[in-house]
């Protein structure tokens, strides 16, 4: 049986990928940071589904402190003995507009996005390494390759880095570990919950689909990454936008 870790694993797209990969069997370990009460409803709405019994561990975490990162993968490699796949999902935005941009907005940004996922790969894809395989899943974004705005251009550079972290694992544990990373365009979860309805339909007129992502259509990619279906996938970014016009 498999064991999954997901970061931010009980919202939005984290919460997505977390009831696919339950569905598929997987055991889990879901990264929250605050809020209890909303994990623990979701833990028992996902121990058992069609009355199939699986294991979910429930870890409250700030992705954005060391010492919880490593308590966090103690933990879940105590109750499980091996982690097969690490999604790298929890992140953060804080838009501001750029003359108003703080350096603690900025380096809370990058805590979370880009150096939380760079522990967290560490201290699990050496375990991964030693257990002679795993998969590893980045959650970027395409404001990390192509698509900018200056209220976000903290949160736009995490995402570059954390594509950068991604090429960088692949080349690091090669052989051993899948590493890949998906780029999501606008998905309708609590991260763009107060965007106006102008800005929304603006940004869908440059969507060839003419819409925002369900998460679910963002989590079924990470799991078709971590599947064997993807054993040849290594290094990649998938771009999961609904297309973007070009003119
Ligand atoms: P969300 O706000 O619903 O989820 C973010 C998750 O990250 C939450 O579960 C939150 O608790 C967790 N998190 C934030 N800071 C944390 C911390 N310090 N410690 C632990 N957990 C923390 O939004 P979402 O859209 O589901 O975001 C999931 C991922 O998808 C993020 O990395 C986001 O950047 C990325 N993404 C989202 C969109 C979008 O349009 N929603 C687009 C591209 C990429």
């Given at each position: ?11 939005g ?46 870890l409250?975490?700030?992705?954005s ?10 933990e ?77 251009l ?63 259509e ?16 290594q ?13």
């Open positions: 049986m498999k064991t999954v870790l997901i970061t931010g694993g009980t919202r797209i984290g919460k997505a990928t977390a009831q696919i990969f339950r569905k598929q069997g997987y055991n889990l370990v879901l990264v929250y940071q605050k809020n209890k009460e909303e994990a623990k409803k979701f833990e028992e709405e996902l121990v058992s589904i069609d009355g199939e019994l699986r294991e979910v561990l429930m409250q975490g700030d992705l402190k060391e010492e919880d990162i490593i308590r966090i993968v103690r879940a490699y105590q109750k499980f003995g091996v982690i097969d796949c690490l999604v790298n999902n929890a992140g953060i935005a804080i838009d501001t507009f750029f003359c108003d941009k703080t350096k603690e907005n900025f380096i809370k940004t990058l805590d979370v996005n880009l150096i939380g996922p760079f522990l967290l790969s560490r201290e699990v894809g050496n375990r991964m390494q030693e257990e002679g395989h795993g998969v590893i899943i980045n959650v970027a974004s395409t404001n990390g390759i192509d698509t900018n705005y200056p209220i976000s903290d949160y736009d550079a995490s995402k570059a880095g954390l594509i950068s972290l991604t090429h960088n694992l692949a080349n690091y544990y090669g052989k051993t570990i899948r590493v890949n990373a998906v780029a999501p365009g606008w998905v309708k979860t609590d991260m763009n919950a107060t965007l106006d309805k102008e800005f929304i339909e603006e940004e869908e007129s440059h969507i060839l689909l003419g819409r925002f992502a369900d998460p679910s963002i989590a079924n990619v990470i799991y078709f990454l971590a599947s064997d279906e993807a054993s040849y996938i290094d990649s970014v998938i771009r999961v936008d609904g297309g973007v016009k070009r003119s």
